[in-house]
């Protein structure tokens, strides 16, 4: 079986999209979800996102905020543990 025709198939597309949340709150936090915590890799989605169609100023928008909250987590957790350890 030719499992080429089926990666670039339009119909593969459609079946995805068919899937995927249809409110852009859903998909906000889906995108957010994956740039704060990793799973599903933010790369896929973003890989998704454009193949999908997903609107570019939403994908931003959440993949930011999403990120921003990730690494202000990891900056200031150590300090945070630090703080709790010596009170």
Same mark, same amino acid.
């Given at each position: 079986?030719?499992?080429?025709?089926?990666?670039?198939?339009?119909? !593969? %597309? /459609?079946? #995805?999209? /068919?899937?995927?949340?249809?409110?852009?709150?859903?998909? =906000?936090?889906? #995108?957010?979800?994956?740039?704060?915590? =990793?799973?599903?890799?933010?790369?896929? %989605?973003? !890989?998704?996102?454009? %193949?999908?169609? #997903?609107?570019?100023? !939403?994908?931003? =928008?959440?993949?930011?905020?999403?990120?921003?909250?990730?690494?202000?987590?990891?900056?200031?957790?150590?300090?945070? %543990?630090?703080?709790?350890?010596?009170?």
């Amino acid at each position: 079986r030719d499992w080429s025709s089926d990666v670039c198939s339009s119909d !593969l %597309v /459609e079946r #995805i999209r /068919e899937r995927l949340p249809h409110g852009r709150w859903a998909q =906000g936090l889906l #995108i957010g979800g994956s740039a704060f915590l =990793g799973m599903p890799p933010f790369y896929g %989605v973003a !890989l998704a996102c454009g %193949v999908l169609r #997903i609107n570019p100023v !939403l994908f931003f =928008g959440a993949g930011l905020v999403g990120r921003y909250l990730r690494f202000l987590l990891c900056t200031l957790a150590p300090a945070t %543990v630090r703080y709790l350890v010596h009170t």
